[in-house]
């Protein structure tokens, strides 16, 4: 435990004395495996990308013991010991385990933030964005999958996906586990945070008072404001490398090698033959004998195949990369953005920043897991909703919002504001407590692109998400805005002194009074990330020009070459998309498990091959589970 090394990180806690208590704590819960930083010349299988998904598809390909398996991260071996702390989450954007891109600038938003460029944080390490992230445990609706398939993604409908959600999930909450639609003993631990803000209550009263459900969005229906589950064990961040890779380490066919940056795919032939990256300031080359997976997200798949030469035939020739298969990388990009509106509160109620920093608070999550330390990132509640219906037939929200308590550094640092900006609108708030509401659409019709920069695959790849180019997009973000300032203004946030800042966002003073066109403008003038990449290696039938990977996810055209993460999503799920992107590498593990067979001289090559993850036979209550006076049922 490097305590210095910990104190380095911008945390509100590195000058607290409590500091080392708090991280030998944490340290009981191991949040990374043992790594190795020498490999052999040949493997099975090579998966590029330790994140979400490269990490879960490690874990459960080197259950077979017949073959070998590499995994190559470009990031850390060791995320930070506090990263696991729940609340820290935001205080490790723009360090070591963030890859601290910036979005193009932006042509249909950002007239408000610096160079209309979208801050755009990814995890980088082993774990990849589930270090980073929300940790909400959203799986989306079932009919983003349902679409899937009807539009070629044959074999990725609602019934084909479900197991794998719940082949993952280790849900720690019994009322969840009754409810028919969760499951216990998989990998992936989901909890409900133990922190109840001062916000919370009330803006369920309201909810409740305007006739919304208040229910298990991953159950029968999604619609309504959600009772929030985590992906959190024993109150700590549950990253996929601490839930498939720890169990994972000691397996004699496996070798995880953090620090190891993949500059391209080897192709002979028009088969994916191995790899080339650096590592310890030398360039090396390893062999895949049965396949390569890329593995490593949205926006450095794209750029690791196309530096690989496959991608559009135009844009690889304008680098001078030869082109091996001309293929749509990098279109279909979609993510998730929204646009925050403030709200002060009542003075007594302190600021996140003082929340972290309370010595009675820190000794609370360290002996028991609970209170602020315990929040996801200070998400109190989150809400998927369908324009102005309260409960509308068809259960296909098109919008969602969060209510977060914020820090005034968020404001300054997160979103990017222009410094004029942020000093109009934020600046007579700098000591005040408040809370943030933030509305985004759940399935954009708008679609962008990532494209190389160069031919240095260190360079950052030109992430285009195209914001807001279809109208449609800021309708639903509008919609949820109306939504939010309803809420905060009711009488049961009075209790809490919730009320919109007084201050006026700059440049929209002519719509002040016209809430529709006041919340337009803003949209139109800032938005952030919620960071959900997806698209960019569009996965569904083969025969359609828009597509990259065929539904086993196999890259079109060239032998022993898959692509397995969020980036072979066909459209965006609706909701954050950390357990779909799992629950994809789950799939894709058996779909690769198909094709090995495992002699009994074979199984005793690479020792044992068995998972601790606990057991797949999962039994289910048929009981329906409700919170408060809403349910989960229509």
Known sequence: MDIAAERAYPTPLANSTLLPFLLLSVATNRNAPRTSDTFKDEYDYIIVGGGSAGATLAGRLSEESCVSVLLLEAGTGKPPLLSDVPGLGRNFWFTDIDWQFKTVPQRHTGSAIINRQVIYPLGKGLGGSS???????????????????????????????????????????????????????????????????????????????????????????????????????????????????????????????????????????????????????????????????????ATKTPQILMLSGIGPKEHLQEFGIPVVADLPVGNNFQDHCGTVTPYELNPEIPTTTEKIQNPHNIKKYIHSRTGPLASIEFVSIIAFLKAQLVSPKVDYPDHQIHFFEASIEYAEQQVGYKPEIFETYYGPYMNSTFFICMSQFLRPKSRGTVRLNSTNPYDAPAIDPNYLQDPDDIRSIVDGMMTCQRIATSKPMKKVGSKPFKTIFPGCEQFYGNEDSYFTCIARAAVVTIFHPVGTAKMGDPKDSTTVVDPHLRVKGIKGLRVVDASVMPTITSGNTNAPTIMIAEKAADIIKETIECSSYEYSSYGSGDSSYGSDDYSYGSSDSSYGSGSDEK
């Open 131 to 297: 270090l980073l992230n929300g940790m909400a445990y959203v799986r989306g609706n079932k009919k983003d999958y349902d679409n899937w398939e009807a539009h070629g993604a044959k074999g990725w409908s609602f019934k084909d996906v479900f197991p794998y959600f719940l082949k993952m999930e280790d849900n720690r909450n019994p009322a969840f586990l009754a409810n028919g639609y969760h499951a216990a003993g998989g990998p992936m631990t989901v909890e409900r945070p133990e922190y109840l803000s001062e916000i919370s209550n009330p803006i369920y009263e309201e909810a409740l008072n305007e006739g919304y459900d208040i229910l298990d969005s991953n159950a029968a229906r999604q619609t309504g404001f959600d009772v929030l589950q985590g992906t959190l064990r024993n109150g700590q961040r549950c990253s996929t490398s601490k839930a498939y890779l720890v169990p994972a380490e000691n397996r004699t066919n496996l070798d995880i090698i953090p620090e190891a940056y993949v500059r391209k795919v080897l192709i002979q032939n028009k088969k994916a033959v191995g790899v080339q990256f650096d590592l310890q300031n030398a360039t090396h080359e390893v062999k895949a004998r049965r396949e390569v997976i890329i593995s490593a997200g």
